[in-house]
């Protein structure tokens, strides 16, 4: 059933009907869905007052929470200049480590500034692993191939985490994917982490997409659900172990990256960034995310990618190394 599906939504021609689609952000929360709010936000990582999101949770996925943006816009701009910009960077690995074709060990610089051969380099990135580095071919963490996680991305996730119910959970490993207008992702479980009772984060901005969340069993037909800039996925429980993927990339409906009037980088929002490893990234980022004409490299990319941000505590609680 998984397979047919993910063809279905992967059809160029003709296209599949969205009929079946289930789109949050049209939905009021009571709806078919539990919406919980169990806990408040003391500061701020890009993110709204919890009092305002709209969470979302399915009868029949146990475990499973969707969160419909509750991103500020400067908040989601933060993080796409994250992923492209900082993210990219050693110690963090990338897809295109094996090619040689980053000189300084400075993707998105050189993507800027290399006239010829720079949207070549720019479309050529897949994934970034940050933390406990995923084995794309063992599947098994080593300690041996950790890096320490940064801890913006930490304070973000501790932050959600919390709000859902899981104060405990640590970020300590990532994967986050860089996907065009014609990329997809196969269905998969997730299943390296040692604690499969920690909930696994998943944060998407930039174009939209089709997510399918299936079951334990590829025979089970899967949900097809939206997602849009800004929306959090939370596998917890029992959907942790369920199978998904992603079969079409999407125009997204609006661009929600973009600043409202007035809305501000303010001192509020530095105070996690200030945990940084390097403060010289404040001062550059405080200038890019407000100034559109230095904006507009981000919003280039933006406008023909998504990128999703996927976080996961690998360590049983209270555990330190492997
Ligand atoms: O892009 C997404 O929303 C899902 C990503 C994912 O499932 C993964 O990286 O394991």
Same mark, same amino acid.
């Given at each position: ?23 949050? %952000? ?67 690995? !990338?897809? !295109? ?32 692993? !940050? ?22 991305? *930490? ?42 009772? *920690? ?12 997510? !399918?969340?299936?079951?334990? %069993? ?33 125009? *997204? ?70």
């Amino acid at each position: 059933m998984l397979k047919e599906t993910f063809k279905y939504y992967k059809r160029k021609c003709p296209p599949p009907s969205l009929k079946e689609l289930i789109d949050f %952000s049209s939905k009021d929360s009571t709806e078919n869905y539990a919406t919980s709010c169990l806990g408040q936000i003391n500061n701020s990582v890009g993110l709204t007052p919890s009092s305002e999101w709209k969470i979302f949770q399915l009868e029949d996925k146990p475990g499973f929470i969707f969160i419909s943006n509750p991103f500020t816009s400067i908040g989601q701009r933060y993080w796409i200049c994250r992923c492209v910009k900082h993210y990219t960077r050693k110690p963090n690995r !990338l897809n !295109l480590d094996v090619h040689g074709d980053i000189k300084d060990g400075d993707w998105w610089t050189q993507c800027q500034n290399d006239y010829e051969q720079g949207s070549k380099l720019m479309e050529k990135l897949r994934w970034a692993t !940050l933390g406990y580095h995923h084995n794309w071919d063992t599947k098994v963490y080593k300690e041996s191939d950790r890096d320490p996680f940064p801890e913006d991305l *930490a304070a973000l996730s501790k932050q959600v985490a919390s709000i859902v119910g899981f104060p405990q959970f640590s970020a300590e490993a990532a994967i986050v994917n860089y996907y065009h207008m014609d990329s997809t992702l196969s269905c998969h479980t997730d299943h390296s982490e040692l604690n499969l009772d *920690a909930p696994l984060l998943s944060y998407s901005f930039g174009q939209s997409a089709i997510f !399918l969340l299936g079951g334990r %069993s590829k025979e089970e037909k899967p949900l097809a659900i939206r997602i849009d800039s800004g929306d959090i996925v939370i596998m917890s429980g029992e959907s942790r172990h369920y199978y998904h993927g992603i079969p079409l990339i999407m125009p *997204a409906k609006q661009s929600s990256w973009n600043l409202k009037a007035n809305e501000e980088f303010s001192d509020e929002f530095l105070r996690p960034i200030s945990l940084m490893e390097n403060p010289e990234i404040l001062d550059s980022m405080h200038q890019e995310l407000q100034n559109d004409k230095l904006w507009e490299p981000f919003e280039k990319y933006i406008s023909t990618s998504r990128i999703n941000m996927n976080v996961r505590q690998v360590l049983p609680f209270g555990q330190s190394s492997l």
